[in-house]
């Protein structure tokens, strides 16, 4: 009964296939093990390196439509209208169960779907089950993994070019530690968390942001959201390579950019002003951020061709 509940609500393909795939993989790797366990190490890299994938994939569809769920209802008033249900719908008419001059709510993930209903109070409750499964749980495990092996991502009493060397080295070495190294690989050492950070940056600009209630809300929102992302991105930034710095703050900018472009359909006038103010401001903020990563490269070139000639 759940189940066929949260089918009507949640797309089951995007909800609980991960959660089956997940299981099938961590069964398929305990029996490898159990079969081969001079390899365990290997087995563990790869079915870990599998789940962490699968997990960094689905995340923000889920959760999107997970919160989706909780959004508050739609609201339908019918003004002296004669409606009446069909087949969990409404249609303009008469009928033995016809409302008039009535308030009607329904699921905005389900139109079809009276808030009031028993169906919906079922469906909410998995929704809030999925949540700590997706939206926190994903997350949350993120950081115990990385925090649990922060010092071997983070060398400590080394410069950073020196930790990048040392954490190679330590991700070859130790099995468990390759297979989580799909967390933090693209990141310095010193930034080793960022993934939780990006994480929960993904959850919130695809499913809090309906969360706010007013017609220009979900956009000024977005935009908050996307300058709070410009300034972190700028400012730790958490890549090895300067040149993916440089484009994920492009990245950050350009989507600030089309979130007024994408909320003129409010017909805020504000909104067009904003777009363009942030088109130029965007582009030198991208000017800036690649002539800062060409000074670092050029700046870890020079000290890594000392660090030879010593």
């Not at 089950?129 to 983070?154: Q, S």
């Amino acid at each position: 009964m759940l189940i066929k509940v949260a089918s009507l609500l949640i797309p089951q393909v995007i909800v609980f296939t991960p959660i089956i795939t997940s299981v099938v993989i961590a069964v398929v790797g305990a029996a490898r093990v159990a079969r081969q366990p001079e390899k365990r190490s290997e087995i563990a890299y790869v079915h870990g390196s599998l789940l962490l994938l699968l997990s960094f994939l689905v995340l923000p569809a889920t959760s999107m439509k997970i919160l989706r769920v909780l959004t508050p209802c739609f609201k339908l008033k019918t003004n002296g209208v004669l409606l009446h249900y069909v087949r969990g719908g409404l249609f303009v008419g008469g009928g033995s169960d016809a409302l008039r001059n009535a308030t009607i709510a329904f699921s905005q993930a389900d139109l079809s779907i009276d808030c009031d209903s028993a169906r919906f109070v079922e469906a909410k409750t998995i929704a809030f089950l999925m949540i700590a499964i997706y939206p926190v749980g994903i997350p949350l495990v993120y950081a115990c993994l990385l925090f649990c092996f922060r010092r071997l991502i983070n060398p400590l009493g080394c410069d950073e070019l020196t930790a990048m060397r040392v954490r190679r080295e330590l991700t070859d070495t130790n099995p468990r530690l390759r297979a989580i190294e799909f967390l933090f690989s693209c990141y310095r050492p010193g930034a080793y968390g960022f993934e939780v950070f990006e994480s929960v940056r993904r959850i919130a600009m695809t499913g809090l942001i309906r969360y706010v209630k007013k017609k220009s809300g979900p956009p000024v929102t977005g935009i908050l959201f996307s300058l709070v992302s410009i300034i972190v991105f700028r400012e730790i930034q958490p890549y090895e390579n300067p040149s993916t710095n440089a484009l994920s703050t492009f990245a950050q900018v350009e989507s600030n950019e089309s979130t007024p472009i994408d909320s003129t359909r409010y017909a805020n006038p504000v909104c067009a002003v904003a777009t363009s103010i942030y088109l130029p401001a965007g582009l030198c903020v991208a000017v800036r951020t690649q002539l800062g990563a060409r000074e670092q490269t050029c700046t870890r070139r020079n000290i890594a061709a000392f660090g030879e000639q010593v």
